[in-house]
């Protein structure tokens, strides 16, 4: 389909495995945001990127997060070194940037830290 | 202070009520306001944007008060499917950044 794919759905690990979660925004989207939902909590930001412009990650809660996007396309986040604290749905939306561009989501990936 | 602030409810309201939800941002300077909605286990979805003049969607009627910086949203004849939480979006359009509250919880009643 042509809205924002994400992979995998669901990812069950071990603590202290390394995760990576990947995020196909709408084809034209320049915007891409990671966001974090801890069960029955609201959106936590976590990284933006605006096409080759450095990213805001002023989000991310420690050095064990981490994202790359390639130009305007894919991108991924990466949990090293994951915490049973880590369990959440990781979301991924992407927007066009205009004044009253609106966040399209994916699905999520329902990460399960044990 | 957090940037939007929502009453998280619940609000639980028999079918065929009016309800209203509030919002209130923290920054002047923003821009572009929202509601999105968020089904159990699933990801949001927009509902409706918010305009300065106020706008109406069906049962579905949104209010910014720019003053006062707070957003409402109200829904008439609640229906069954109108379970669901509540989101308020907020755009400063400063780095493009959104700011979502926390969401209200709304359940509808038969």
């Known amino acids: 389909g042509a809205g924002v794919s994400q992979s995998p759905s669901n990812k069950v690990t071990e603590k202290g495995k390394d995760v990576e979660l990947r995020c196909d925004p709408i084809s034209g989207h320049t915007a891409l945001y990671w966001y974090r939902q801890r069960l029955g909590q609201g959106l936590e930001f976590l990284i933006y990127f605006q096409g080759n412009s450095a990213p805001d990650k002023s989000g991310l809660p420690s050095d064990r997060f981490s994202a790359e996007r390639t130009g305007e396309s894919v991108s991924t986040l990466t949990i090293q070194r994951t915490q049973q604290e880590d369990s959440a749905v990781y979301l991924c939306a992407s927007s066009l940037v205009t004044a009253t561009g609106e966040l399209f989501f994916g699905e999520g990936s329902r990460l399960t830290v044990l | 202070r957090k940037e939007v602030e929502q009453d998280p409810g619940p609000f639980n309201v028999p079918e065929g009520a009016t309800v209203a939800f509030n919002c209130t941002y923290s920054n002047s300077a923003s821009q572009s306001f929202f509601w999105y909605r968020q089904d159990c286990r699933k990801e949001p979805k927009l509902l409706m944007s918010v305009y300065s003049s106020g706008n109406e969607d069906g049962r579905f009627t949104a209010q910014l008060n720019r003053a006062s910086q707070y957003i409402s949203l109200l829904i008439r004849d609640s229906k069954l499917s109108d379970s669901a939480t509540y989101l308020c979006?907020?755009?400063?359009?400063?780095?493009?950044?959104?700011?979502f509250g926390t969401g209200t919880s709304l359940t509808v009643i038969p």
């Open positions: 979006v907020v755009n400063t359009n400063t780095g493009n950044q959104f700011y």
